[in-house]
Each structure stands twice: as structure tokens, then as C-alpha cells.
Nanobody, 124 residues
Framework: QVQVVESGGGLVQAGGSLRLSCTVS????????MGWFRQAPGKEREGVSC????????YYTDSVRGRFTISRDNARKTLYLQMNSLKPEDTGRYYC?????????????????WGQGTQVTVSS
């Protein structure tokens, strides 16, 4: 059973920064692309970023490109999302998931065992 545990969220003012972390168990972390997703109240979960298994290739949704940076530490089985210049529209619950892919139209994952996520709230 794959398990993901997200952490690092919080309440910040617009323009501030947060770093999210995700630890993974139950799979060979280094063999999988990993991604971050977020969901705002009343909205569908959307893909934010996806990083390839080696960490050399990364994708971002247009709204966060240039502000967010995804990275991974395969030895620690940990995924990170550095979030800078945060905006109120970044508010939502953030989740990580394996086996993401960037395709025309967005970033997606077929992962079903979603964790609890970590809440990010950006005040204006």
C-alpha cells in the first residue's frame, strides 16, 4: 500500500513563501515521477507540478511557473515544493502523488491513495 504524507503548509501573507514536503512509502520512490496537486473548496483537484524520476525534468502549470520550484531527494524518499511570491489564488489543500504526467491540458496522475494533504492559505 502506497502512503504519502504531506507537510509544511500554513498561513502566509501574499508575497510570502512556504516549502512543502512529502514523504513516500510503499513504492520505489526513485522509479517514479512525482507531482504536487492542489484543491480549493468547491473546485476540482488540479495539477501544479510534476518532476521526473531523476529530477532533471520538471513541469509546472502556467499559474505557478516562475514562482514555484519542485525538487526531490530520492535517498530520503521526499518530494518538495518551494512556493515563493504566494498569491491568494494559491490557497488550497496541497497533495502529492506518484506517476504524474504532463500532457496537453495539464498535469495529471492516476494515483488513488491520496493522503490528507497540507493546507496552504494565503491572505491578501
Amino acid at each position: 500500500q502506497v502512503q504519502v504524507v504531506e507537510s509544511g503548509g500554513g498561513l502566509v501573507q501574499a508575497g510570502g513563501s512556504l516549502r512543502l514536503s512529502c514523504t513516500v512509502s510503499g513504492l520505489t520512490f526513485g522509479n517514479n515521477a512525482m507531482g504536487w496537486f492542489r484543491q480549493a473548496p468547491g473546485k476540482e483537484r488540479e495539477g501544479v507540478s510534476c518532476i521526473g524520476w531523476s529530477g532533471s525534468i520538471a513541469y509546472y502549470t502556467d499559474s505557478v511557473r516562475g514562482r514555484f520550484t519542485i525538487s526531490r531527494d530520492n535517498a530520503r524518499k521526499t518530494l518538495y515544493l518551494q512556493m515563493n511570491s504566494l498569491k491568494p489564488e494559491d490557497t488550497g489543500r496541497y497533495y502529492c502523488a506518484p506517476d504524474c504526467a504532463s500532457v496537453e491540458g495539464g498535469i495529471f496522475s492516476s494515483f488513488g491513495d491520496w493522503g490528507q494533504g497540507t493546507q496552504v492559505t494565503v491572505s491578501s
